[in-house]
């Protein structure tokens, strides 16, 4: 036996809530693994940088070694010349070895002021090193609870989210698989609000102003219609300060009949009044020109939705 229609409504809100959780379920399981995407960034600049400041310790590790051997050969050279000096017998001999150990001293001084600068140099680089190493160890510590913690939480999302397919399909046995399935697409894309009520002429999905004869084939309520603005499949609901949906419509019409009544009355020339006349049948006739303008076609809607 086929479902009544206000049955079917009241399945099809049940259900609304039910497919809004899960969706909601299901947007946070995937956002999940973006958590730990910054740490995960981060990580690979420290790791470069861990690469690049590492090069730079070697390369300056093998020039401190270098500027060191060249100073001992120096200070090697000058106290050997040094040495020579005891033994020298002409000014010529004299002149050329006091060069040499002016040259010698000379570069003494250089190296050394050299290795000062590379190893305040080599300082700096090993600190860097040092606290590059702290942040990395830091970091993968920090995903790696991150992401325990993922699991942790994904495993208790995604029992929830089996918990709700299971009520669903318990709640819509009954329902036609297209019909869940256009539903599910309009809770996705429209926050889940997927079923309305119409208030007045206005469907409270969109606040869009319905057609007449649109609003009275939602109240006969012998099928299902979707708005024709914003896709949502919509009902009837009764409110207070609503009056006959024909008053709200075409109230404006009949006062403005009276108006062109009164005007005509009070026209004293008789072309002056068959101007008012015309223009009042041609506005006349584009009112019930707009009246009898066709409804969107809803088979259309779904397949046009917003993904």
Known sequence: ?????????????????????????????????????????MLSREKKSFVDVKEQFTTTETNLKQLRQALAEAEMRRENAERQMDGIQTQREYDAVNKEIREAS???????????????????????????EISVSALES????????????????????????????????ELEDDLKFKFER?????????????????????????????????????????????SRILYYEETEIEGSIEEILTG????????????TEETESEDESEDIS??????????????????????FLIDNMEE
């Open 186 to 230: 309009i809770i996705r894309s429209k926050s889940g609000m997927g079923i309305v009520p119409i208030h007045g002429v206005v469907c409270t999905g969109c606040h869009m102003i319905l057609p007449a004869n649109f609003v009275n084939e939602v109240r006969q309520a012998d099928k299902i219609v979707f708005c024709p603005y914003c």
């Open 1 to 41: 036996m086929p479902m009544r229609m206000d049955e079917l409504f009241e399945t099809l809100r049940k259900y609304q809530k039910l497919l809004s959780d899960r969706v909601e379920l299901e947007k946070q399981l995937e956002a999940m693994p973006k958590t730990i995407e910054i740490q995960n960034q």
């Open 252 to 263: 404006s019409l009949v006062d403005l009949g009276e108006e062109d009544s009164e005007e």
């Open 278 to 299: 015309n223009s009042s049948k041609k506005g006349s006739s584009r009112k019930r020109k707009n009246q009898s303008e066709p409804l969107i076609d809803n088979d």
């Open 106 to 132: 000379e570069k003494e001084q250089d190296l050394r002021h050299r290795i000062q600068e590379e190893e305040r140099r080599f300082a700096e680089i090993d600190d860097k090193l040092h606290r590059i």
């Open 142 to 173: 920090e995903i790696e609870q991150k992401r325990t913690e993922i699991e942790q939480n994904s495993k208790q999302i995604i029992d929830q989210i089996e918990k709700l397919r299971t009520e669903e399909n318990s709640l819509t046995q």
